[in-house]
């Protein structure tokens, strides 16, 4: 597997209000204000050295950025320290069920590790769905004869949220944990993986559309290569990439001993999630997978995060917006620098909004998110400033 796995993390944001109050004189918040190192400079307002960096009232001289945000002098009054509304992640599994997952322990082990992955206390708030291909089950047509991608898009288990609490409490986790003990790779219906991804994509893609403030994305999990149906790679990862430049849904792709490295990193590529996840037939083939769906979770959780509300009912101003990671043991702070859209993201240590117009999430650029994902105890800090009300009129 050729991924770093993702932990733990820690995400926290801090709100800051137009109130009095100097990024020197070291504005509290939740107790950790202090005094900083070069309050009362001001941002420059299009980036670059210098621009200072404001985390829970304690400020910082920031690196040179994509585009200086920072908010200081009697903006930089801090609070409240919010928890992290990373607002809800729709996973979409699509899981193959041909007959070659018999083959070399790989559906006891796949099933075992999705069995670990539903069952964990950490994917509380995870809402999941879930469906086999090929397979008639529960609607007809999602094989490789009649390769229906409305057919693929009907999830055998539908989206509901996992909670911390074990089944039977959690219905969700018991309906999906029942599925796979009583399941069996069927086979006879080759890897139709085209209506199969389609399928997945347009149900995603359809949820997002309905719930905007709410990410949804795809996992592809197969053993083999197209078999039946639309067998043209580009075509298959040109699925994944509509469903990301129409409706910013991701597809993430797993491959199981037996799949082609190279097609699932071009649909993976085109799914904006960079690269497949490979997982080996040996001895840790269960763990690999946990391990890279824990990944998948933590990516969605840590890199597309929902602007949380201004803590005093305050308008936020989108132009003086900051987004810091702090390492963990205790590194100094690395301010990442606003960028126009993911098209500019390029190889920066940025960040971008979803809709520059109408900002509603933040989003980390690929190096950003490496970089965070990669740090197990890092701190991600979201630092909102807001514009000063109107003054007022007799």
């Not at 992290?84 to 007959?99: H, I, L, Q, R």
């Not at 100094?332 to 960040?351: E, I, Q, R, T, Y």
Request: with cysteine; aromatic share 6%.
């Amino acid at each position: 597997m050729r991924r770093p796995f993702l932990l733990a993390f820690l995400l926290s944001l801090s709100t800051l209000s137009a109130c009095g109050g100097s990024a020197d004189e070291g504005g509290g918040l939740g107790g950790h204000g202090g005094k900083g190192a070069s309050g009362g400079a001001s941002a420059s307002a299009n980036g670059g050295t210098g621009a200072v960096i404001v985390v829970g009232g304690t400020s910082s001289s920031g690196a040179a950025g994509a585009a200086g945000t920072g908010v200081a002098g009697s903006d930089a009054c801090a609070t409240d320290t919010l928890g992290a509304d990373v607002g809800p992640v729709n996973m979409f599994v699509m899981f193959d069920s041909s007959a070659s997952m018999n083959d070399d322990n790989k559906w006891p082990s796949a099933t075992a590790a999705f069995t670990s992955f539903f069952q964990d206390p950490e994917t509380a708030g995870l809402r999941m769905a879930f469906r086999f291909f090929g397979s008639d089950s529960p609607t007809p047509g999602c094989n490789d004869s009649d390769c229906s991608i409305d057919a693929c898009a009907d999830p055998l288990i539908d989206i509901a949220g996992l909670t911390a609490d074990p089944a039977p409490t959690d219905a969700h986790e018991a309906a999906l944990v029942n599925l796979l003990q009583t399941s069996t790779a069927v086979g006879g219906f080759g890897t139709p993986i085209y209506p199969a991804l389609g399928g997945a994509v347009q149900w995603a893609s359809g949820y997002a559309a309905a719930n905007p403030d709410e990410n949804a994305v795809v996992v592809l999990v197969t053993d083999g290569e197209p078999n039946g149906c639309n067998q043209d790679i580009g075509a298959i990862s040109s699925l994944a990439a509509d469903g990301w430049n129409d409706s910013g849904v991701r597809t993430y792709a797993i491959g199981l001993e037996g799949s082609n490295e190279a097609q699932l990193d071009q649909i993976a590529a085109a799914g904006n999630t960079v690269e497949g996840y490979f997982i080996g037939a040996g001895a840790t083939a269960q763990q690999d997978l946990l391990a890279a769906l824990n990944e998948i979770r933590g990516n969605e959780i840590r890199c597309d995060i929902a602007i949380p509300p201004s803590n005093n009912g305050m308008p936020i101003d989108f132009n003086r917006v900051n987004v810091n990671y702090t390492p963990s043991g205790g590194g100094a702070v690395v301010p990442f620098g606003k960028v126009p859209s993911a098209a500019d993201c390029m190889d920066l240590n940025g960040w971008h909004y979803d809709d520059p117009s109408a900002p509603t999430r933040i989003v980390l650029c690929d190096a950003a998110c490496e970089q965070v994902n990669a740090d197990s105890g890092a701190e991600l800090s979201i630092v909102l400033g807001c514009m000063s009300e109107p003054p007022i009129t007799r």
